[in-house]
């Protein structure tokens, strides 16, 4: 198989591309509520003449065979938007108030499609058998891969690799990027509710002032991570919302915390938990006050099998050059992608879509792609695949 065969394809195929993804934009829906999303890609893939399925509700998934036997590989895009209020002025922005595909789902979806039609269009000159899933709901616990995996879909057989690609508008577009082993941490919520006796804000003597007791939660649990988890295992506790209603001379009887808690190790991840659990009750305890305290498990910690990454690095520079792939650092971000990837032998890289507002990351409601990265994107899925497949 020859390189430039697909890049002459996904070269012919990227307007197409470029209007699918633009119509996704502009078209958005929120977790677990993609209907529009699925009917338009079974529409597409139905006009191409690849055979397709409803999963998950809203999900869509469909196998293609190749020329013979072969390896069974899986192609996975997510499909959902966020609650964001679009503020580009582009002619394809969210016609959607207050939703957004600000993580590049419609990328994905878009990339995903172009791979699909090559591969397709090629399918004489590899081997094995190629299944896609344009995942929904991963933006929300506890996420569409879950839905997917309990759905029985692969199980039999178990495919041999897993891959998915994401946008990473801080790489220039015409960039891959990889990681071999831990890459995205894991993504657990703490809700603390802390209770005690409101009153008088001049006689904190007849309280108990939840609110003291919460800020000293706050504080000590950063020890857990500073003393508690070995410093070479990278982890995050952070507390975003704060709430107690009082007033400038009320205490009130109670007060909320709510953070995420992540971490690459998925065996500190548990004692960690414990500890906050632990240690929170003890110190709103010991101050006189109760806790409820609830932790919603989240995604696990994603990591990419190292000699798969390998292979798949090595493929990726034979289909580009050495010059546009990288390599990338862990970031504590969570991906719900981690749950095939503790059953499965996976790969889960970053395709550069940087140029069009670069400074601006993912889920910030400016957040835009060079789309010149379509075509890339779709050709270098539809390479990895093929070439993966076939022995």
Known sequence: ???????NLASGFSEEIISIRRTLHANPELSFQEFGTAA????????????????????VTGLIEGSGPGKYLVLRADIDALPILEMNTCEY???KSGIMH??????H????????RIISSLRNEWKGNIRFIFQPGEEVLPGGAQKILDSGLLDHPEPDFMIAQHVYPELTAGMFAFREGPYMASTDEIYLDVHGVGGHGALPHKTIDPVLIASHVVVALQQIISRRIPADVPAVLSFGKFTAAGSTNIIPADAKLEGTFRIMDEQWRQIALDEIRKMATGIVTSMGGT?????VPGYPSLRNDPELT?????????????DHVADLPMR??????????????????????GGVNKDKPVHHPEFDIDESSLELGAGMMAWLAMSLTTP
């Open 109 to 116: 979806i878009a990339a995903l499609l172009g791979a699909l």
């Open 93 to 95: 922005r969210s016609k």
């Open 102 to 107: 600000a993580c590049g789902h419609d990328a």
């Open 310 to 322: 390998r292979v798949v690095k090595k493929l990726a520079s034979h289909y580009t050059d050495t």
């Open 40 to 59: 338009f890609i079974t529409k597409t893939l139905n006009d191409w003449g690849i055979t397709n399925e409803r999963i998950a509700n809203t999900g």
């Open 1 to 7: 198989m020859i390189p430039d065969t697909i890049k």
């Open 332 to 353: 504590m971000t969570g991906e719900d992608f981690a749950r095939y990837a503790q059953r499965f032998p996976t790969v889960f890289y970053r395709l550069g879509t």
């Open 291 to 295: 806790l409820d305290c609830r932790i």
